[in-house]
């Protein structure tokens, strides 16, 4: 974990408002230059901070962030989250390390235990998550035969969304990173956490002038995703009030609870929410399953949320 004064500087190099880069993870991944332009395109447009999320195969977060640091020149970029059973825990620590080696200042490591079906893609068996990704931490900094291992000079945060997770997120690394949460889920994670741990929120974002259409395609997302089997995020939601139904249907409160959906001041205001209950930073995570529709709508907002 990092000093107190390094994480003082990653505080600093932290926008209240970043972006992840759409439809790339699960989804087909757009072609590189694509890429690099659209990451070109929303730092011209103001944004600082920038997030790419990974499955396990298909492409390689690390080796994408290599590019999109290389070809801009004051994005940060962070994991968002990369799933533990995507590579060894010490080739993730010599990726992060050499990330941050070369581009000082402008890399975070977003970790976590992922989704039960990854596990198998990589021949292993999902068992017991926190306590493998505790482990999985543990490890990343071991020593390799015939090999100079370099200290931990990144940040860490973990994917976390359980009162478990957000505790452990507490001891083995610099912050947590929870997604689909109420703002007033934050302001308990600020609580367990204390102030000198990094708070990173992904939020649902639908952008449109047109505030139902953009609801509604928030609430589809949102139903969509919690109809995917092995989805951590229920008994949180549970424990403040929100159904499996709500979940189900995309209901109105939860959408207006978890979502950002709407114009971009619409967008700005629930993301400062965020930022007024504790967290560090938030995260937009565009809804558009077209990677080109998304980065126009990221781009669209830039003027109003760079501004919070």
Known sequence: MLTPERLTAVRRTLRPIGFAMPSIGLSAVPPVQQQIEAARRLEAAGYRNGWANEGVGGKDVFVQIAILLGATDQLTFGTSVTPMWARPPMV???????????????????????????????????????????????????????????????????????????????????????????????????????????????????????????????????????????????????????????????????????????????????ARRYIEAGADHVVLMPVEADFNSGVDKLESIAADVTAV
């Open 92 to 270: 993730t620590h010599a990726a992060a390390h050499q990330l941050v080696e070369a581009f000082p200042g402008r890399f975070l490591l977003g970790l976590g235990s992922g989704y039960d079906f990854m596990a198998p893609l990589a021949g292993l068996v999902y068992r017991k998550p926190l306590a493998q990704l505790r482990e999985y931490v543990t490890r990343m900094p071991e020593p390799v035969p015939l090999l100079d291992v370099p200290a931990v000079d990144y940040p860490t945060v973990v994917g976390a969304n359980g009162r478990r997770s957000v505790r452990q997120a507490g001891e083995i690394a610099d912050g947590a990173f929870p997604s689909l949460v109420p703002p007033r889920y934050v302001e308990e994670i600020r609580s367990v956490l204390g102030d000198d741990k990094l708070i990173i929120v992904g939020l649902m974002t639908s952008v449109d002038d047109d505030e139902e259409k953009a609801k509604g395609d928030a609430s589809q997302s949102i139903s969509q995703i919690f109809a995917m089997k092995g989805v951590p995020y229920g008994r949180v939601l549970d424990s403040f009030g929100y159904t499996a139904q709500d979940r189900t249907e995309g209901s109105d409160r939860l959408t207006a609870d978890l979502t950002a959906a709407g114009s971009g001041a619409t967008i700005a205001a629930a």
